[in-house]
């Protein structure tokens, strides 16, 4: 992959509803922001006008939560038509969806369910990511998601699974430490493994983001600042795979606009110490 492709904006945050007057109004100091693109994919009204204003000012990235490349339903065609006229219009600088399926048997469950991570799925989700590319024009990146569960059929770790995926499909990585974090945790496995097995040169993107604690397993729900643990995996992130795209998640219980700045400014004074020469 050519790194001119998924050019380093430097540390955006979601653009959420409660702050549309406040981006619009006050231009704040912020590098990009990513959009949830179903949330845009409407005839017309105030979303769009926001976003066309927002567009004339940022870069933005189109991320989106329904793509279900996983399923075994076939690819929504109408869906994928209206994410291709939404990225012409507003021309971000990539597209991405998440490593799950949201539904099967025409059901969706609006939810990220894992797949079970087999050779066979490989060869499926591969092959459909393909088949998304060639409609949309471009590459895509893949997130990986937050899991509590796994499939006993499963033969392979999810980095494995996530790696093969990428290099069969020929796409990107968005990484999400916070997602690694709350999985590793669930699961017991060691996040630095995760980490230091996934391809550098696939990975275009960063997501950070909050959890909730409840115990005995951790619930991703984007409602609080990111963790000190995520925080510490950001860094060792940024060591293997240098200062790309990075993005602040919040989704419940949104603050201010202000906090979400502070935290992005955070990850930029973070990520400008660890990829410093001389501390590989
Ligand atoms: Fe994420």
Excluded: K
Excluded at 52 to 80: C, F, K, Q, W
Excluded at 261 to 279: I, K, N, Q, T
């Amino acid at each position: 992959m050519d790194s001119s492709e998924f050019p380093a904006l430097g540390y955006g945050v979601g653009l959420r509803r409660p702050h549309y007057s406040r981006v619009i109004d006050d231009h704040p100091h912020i590098d990009w922001f990513e959009i949830i693109s179903e949330n845009f994919m409407v005839d017309g009204g105030r979303p769009l006008e926001v976003l066309e204003a927002v567009r004339r000012d940022y870069p933005i990235v189109m991320h989106g939560v329904s793509l279900s490349v996983g399923s075994t339903d076939p690819l929504n065609r109408d869906y994928l038509g209206c994410l291709l006229e939404l990225a012409r219009r507003f021309e971000p600088a990539w597209i991405s969806d998440h490593l799950c399926w949201t539904g099967a048997g025409g059901h969706n469950l609006h939810d990220l369910i894992p797949l079970p991570y087999t050779e066979e799925a490989i060869r499926h989700v591969a092959g459909r990511v393909r088949v998304v590319q060639e409609i949309l024009g471009r590459r895509i990146l893949l997130e990986n998601i937050s899991s509590y569960m796994t499939f006993r059929a499963s033969t392979i770790t999810e980095w494995e699974f996530l790696a093969a995926v990428a290099e069969q499909a020929d796409c990107g990585i968005l990484l999400d430490l916070n997602n690694i974090h709350v999985t590793a945790f669930n699961q017991g496995f060691d996040p630095i493994d995760y980490i230091d097995a996934i391809p550098a040169h696939r990975v275009a993107q960063f997501h950070l983001a909050g959890y909730s604690d409840h115990g005995d397993y951790l619930l991703d729900t984007h409602d609080h600042p990111v963790s000190a643990a995520v925080w510490r995996l950001y860094e060792y992130a940024v060591r293997r795979f240098g200062p790309i795209a990075t993005l602040i998640e919040w989704d419940d219980h949104i603050p201010e606009f202000a906090v979400l700045a502070e935290a992005a400014e955070e990850a930029r004074m973070r990520a400008a110490c660890d990829s410093a020469p001389g501390l590989m």
